[in-house]
């Protein structure tokens, strides 16, 4: 009989990267076509770039249109801001303005503000959510990052792992889609990684008690 030795799912090894990535990039699900082409590399993002990306991240609560044929009034602050979002991308406008920005859209949670980041400048910004976290947290033995600045720590790791996996495959690092598909890859690893980790590991992720009475789903999504 097969027994999971929990010991196992902690401790990145570099070494093993190729292999770690092709391993859980299999169990991922999402829908990869619909994401690079919706990034519209190269150029400025359109609001239905934007709507298009928002509902790929979240379709419950991101979807431009409620159930009822409503607009999403979460949606459509950030479609008010696209101007603006291209000037992120574009550099006219740094990062502290534009987390300004996106706390202005998003008061109440990092992973939704960390996404308008994510798809303003996607080679820079690598994507947050709960399963990203809880693997940065059980490879690297540190905490869960639970704000903006903490979220630096995870994409520099993050970064320092992709470009290993760039290099692994040959990728050239001024062909911006292959860069930002490669880091998709890795990215995919990562979240099907941390959905087993949520699945089969009994240890909690690394988080404070007071982190984690403020890890509501407001804190992971956004706001209400």
């Known amino acids: 009989m097969f027994t999971l030795n929990r010991n196992d799912f902690h401790g990145a090894d570099t070494n093993r990267l190729v292999e770690f990535v092709e391993c859980w990039n299999r169990y991922y699900g999402g829908d990869d076509d619909e994401y690079l082409a919706a990034l519209n590399l190269g150029n400025d993002l359109t609001k239905p770039h934007i709507a298009r990306l928002l509902r790929w991240k979240d379709p419950r ?11 999403n009034l979460r949606v459509e602050r950030v479609l008010a801001q696209t101007v603006a979002i291209n000037d992120f991308r574009n550099g006219r406008i740094d990062a502290g303005d534009f987390e300004t920005l996106t706390r202005s859209i998003f008061p109440n949670g990092i992973i939704w503000q960390l996404f308008l980041f994510h798809i303003a400048r996607p080679r820079d910004w690598p994507i947050a959510d709960r399963n990203v976290f809880h693997s940065y947290s059980a490879l690297f033995n540190v905490d869960i990052p639970d704000s903006i600045v903490a979220y630096r720590s ?7 792992l992709a470009s290993t996996l760039r290099r692994a495959m040959r990728i050239d690092n001024t062909d911006l889609t292959r860069v930002v598909m490669a880091n998709k890859r890795l990215d995919n690893a990562l979240v099907a990684f941390g959905q087993f980790l949520g699945t089969y590991d009994d240890r909690e992720p690394i988080v404070g008690r007071e982190r984690r009475e403020r890890l509501s789903h407001h804190d992971w999504s956004g706001d209400a």
């Open 154 to 160: 995870y994409a520099n790791a993050f970064h320092k």
């Open 61 to 71: 609560f991101l979807t431009r249109r409620n159930r009822d044929d409503a607009p």
